[in-house]
């Protein structure tokens, strides 16, 4: 069986992250983990091996500056993707290029 | 030299949920295809016809700028500002997600089905406060004229967003013509045909084909039969 895609996803809207990982859960290769927080972010980081990073709506500049810089630094290997839309038929395609993008990497 | 871009309207991708018909110019839901993701900051045209009775339960949105257009019937739209409304034929809907909102959309006419169009771009802020607004705009009556709907202006005519974007609807009969001059630097336009046949920059265009122009200032659509269409002028950068 094919190993499923580790994806983690941040914002602070609890509503919409909870939808937004349980849209992403809906495909049996994806497997989802939502945070609220860039230091939970990273902690989670530290032991799960992710490969993409969903940034969703809620974190201040100045913290999704803080978790791009720190997950690039320290966990190359993880696809950084702006979310868009919420819990929206977007989700799919971001997932998608994120992969295809690390792909190419 | 002006770049292009044609989108006929066979090659969409589709959706049928019974309910729901949709025909999504770029990548949406079930249908991905990396080569259409995207013309600049219009990230979604989805060609959305919902039965009568049916609709959209509550879901939620964030950071993009919504915009529907019916075009047949009427929608009716609920959300968490408080919003009750119904958006039908010679109005446009406008809503900033920003930081988040919940909204339902149905057809509450359980005799006829309401088409509309949903489109969404990206916006030039992330996490703003979610904002709703609806407008009741004009349609061109005249061939060769051009009705703005949408702009980033509040004190602009038709609705605004959070984007450097404008949206006229166009009037064409056939011969006639219109020269369209780009709003800004750096946007392209991304032509819909809501019905007939046009001519951009040498290409016809039927019923439902998107055609998107960019690297130029200016265009020339001509009327090849009566038609009706949307251009949309938005940043191809952002």
Same mark, same amino acid.
């Given at each position: 069986?094919?190993?499923?895609?580790?994806?983690?996803?941040?914002?602070?809207?609890?509503?919409?992250?909870?939808?937004?990982?349980?849209?992403?859960?809906?495909?049996?290769?994806?497997?989802?983990?939502?945070?609220?927080?860039?230091?939970?972010?990273?902690?989670?980081?530290?032991?799960?091996?992710?490969?993409?990073?969903?940034?969703?709506?809620?974190?201040?500049?100045?913290?999704?500056?803080?978790?791009?810089?720190?997950?690039?630094?320290?966990?190359?290997?993880?696809?950084?993707?702006?979310?868009?839309?919420?819990?929206?038929?977007?989700?799919?395609?971001?997932?998608?290029?994120?992969?295809?993008?690390?792909?190419?990497? | 030299?002006?770049?292009?871009?044609?989108?006929?309207?066979?090659? &969409?991708?589709?959706?049928?949920?019974?309910?729901? %018909?949709?025909?999504?110019?770029?990548?949406?839901?079930?249908?991905?295809?990396?080569? &259409?993701?995207?013309?600049?900051?219009? &990230?979604?045209?989805?060609?959305?016809?919902?039965?009568?009775?049916?609709?959209?339960?509550?879901?939620?949105?964030?950071?993009?700028?919504?915009?529907?257009?019916?075009?047949?019937?009427?929608?009716?739209?609920?959300?968490?500002?408080?919003?009750?409304?119904?958006?039908?034929?010679?109005?446009?809907?406008?809503?900033?997600?920003?930081?988040?909102?919940?909204?339902?959309?149905?057809? %509450?006419?359980?005799?006829?089905?309401?088409?509309?169009?949903?489109?969404?771009?990206?916006?030039?802020? &992330?996490?703003?406060?979610?904002?709703?607004?609806?407008? %009741?705009?004009?349609?061109? %009556?005249?061939?060769?004229?051009?009705?703005?709907?949408?702009?980033?202006?509040?004190?602009?005519?038709?609705?605004?967003?959070?984007?450097?974007?404008?949206?006229?609807?166009?009037?064409?009969?056939?011969?006639?013509?219109?020269?369209?001059?780009?709003?800004?630097?750096?946007?392209?336009?991304?032509?819909?045909?809501?019905?007939?046949?046009?001519?951009?920059?040498?290409?016809?265009?039927?019923?439902?084909?998107?055609?998107?122009?960019?690297?130029?200032?200016?265009?020339?659509?001509?009327?090849?039969?009566?038609?009706?269409?949307?251009?949309?002028?938005?940043?191809?950068?952002?």
């Amino acid at each position: 069986m094919q190993a499923q895609t580790e994806i983690l996803v941040i914002g602070t809207n609890d509503v919409i992250l909870k939808t937004i990982v349980r849209l992403v859960n809906n495909n049996i290769l994806w497997n989802a983990t939502g945070v609220s927080s860039v230091s939970e972010a990273l902690s989670r980081c530290k032991k799960n091996h992710y490969q993409v990073l969903l940034i969703g709506a809620g974190l201040s500049e100045e913290e999704e500056a803080s978790v791009r810089r720190e997950v690039s630094e320290n966990y190359p290997d993880i696809r950084i993707m702006l979310h868009y839309g919420g819990g929206s038929g977007l989700l799919s395609a971001e997932i998608y290029l994120a992969l295809a993008q690390k792909k190419a990497d | 030299m002006a770049q292009t871009v044609l989108h006929t309207a066979a090659s &969409r991708g589709g959706a049928d949920h019974g309910w729901l %018909k949709s025909h999504h110019t770029f990548s949406f839901g079930g249908y991905f295809n990396s080569e &259409r993701v995207n013309f600049g900051a219009l &990230r979604v045209l989805n060609d959305d016809s919902v039965d009568g009775g049916m609709g959209f339960g509550e879901h939620p949105h964030d950071n993009m700028e919504i915009i529907s257009i019916p075009l047949e019937g009427a929608l009716q739209h609920k959300d968490s500002m408080g919003n009750v409304a119904t958006i039908e034929l010679g109005e446009i809907q406008a809503m900033s997600a920003g930081t988040g909102i919940y909204h339902s959309e149905f057809n %509450k006419d359980k005799g006829n089905p309401v088409k509309f169009l949903q489109i969404w771009l990206f916006p030039n802020k &992330r996490n703003v406060e979610p904002r709703y607004d609806q407008v %009741k705009i004009d349609t061109p %009556k005249n061939s060769g004229e051009l009705v703005q709907v949408l702009s980033p202006n509040a004190d602009d005519a038709g609705v605004w967003i959070y984007q450097d974007a404008w949206f006229n609807l166009g009037r064409l009969s056939s011969g006639d013509n219109i020269t369209y001059s780009l709003h800004k630097k750096g946007n392209g336009a991304y032509i819909f045909v809501l019905e007939g046949e046009v001519i951009v920059e040498g290409q016809k265009l039927g019923t439902r084909d998107g055609f998107g122009i960019w690297d130029t200032d200016t265009f020339t659509i001509t009327g090849s039969a009566e038609a009706r269409f949307l251009i949309m002028d938005v940043p191809m950068e952002f």
